[in-house]
């Protein structure tokens, strides 16, 4: 197995609860890790519960310092993110009445067609 480390870059995924979102870059150190399947089964650790897969947001600033991001961009990419969350949550309030404003159109629709077919009957 070849291992390799990636440097992180701001990511664009609106999903963070606050903060710039992470994402792994294309960029990885020069060393790989070279080990074979035994020995890496033998020495990873535990699988992490999903709670401790979770990155505060102080900690991916730091990160995203690290990989050489300045202040103004991390919070840039914090604001980004934060705009697509909220036009997603927009959008998700929206589809909670879209059943219904179908059902009217769809109502519009066969009342026009009606009309005119009867209104073709009597020509």
């Not at 059943?99 to 009957?121: A, M, N, P």
């Amino acid at each position: 197995i070849t291992i390799r480390e990636y440097w992180y870059e701001a990511g664009d995924n609106p999903s963070v609860s606050i903060g710039p979102p992470l994402s792994i870059g294309w960029t990885y150190g020069s060393d790989p890790c070279v080990i074979s399947v035994e020995e890496y089964e033998d020495s990873r650790p535990a699988r992490r519960l999903r709670q401790e897969m979770l990155i505060p947001c102080n900690v991916r600033e730091e990160l995203l310092e690290g990989s050489g991001y300045t202040r103004n961009e991390i919070q840039r990419v914090a604001d980004e993110a934060k705009y697509a969350k909220d036009l997603r949550n927009k959008t998700a309030k929206g589809l909670k009445f879209s059943r219904f404003e179908e059902g009217v159109q769809g109502i519009g629709r066969k009342i026009k067609r009606d009309i005119l077919c009867l209104g073709s009957s009597y020509l």
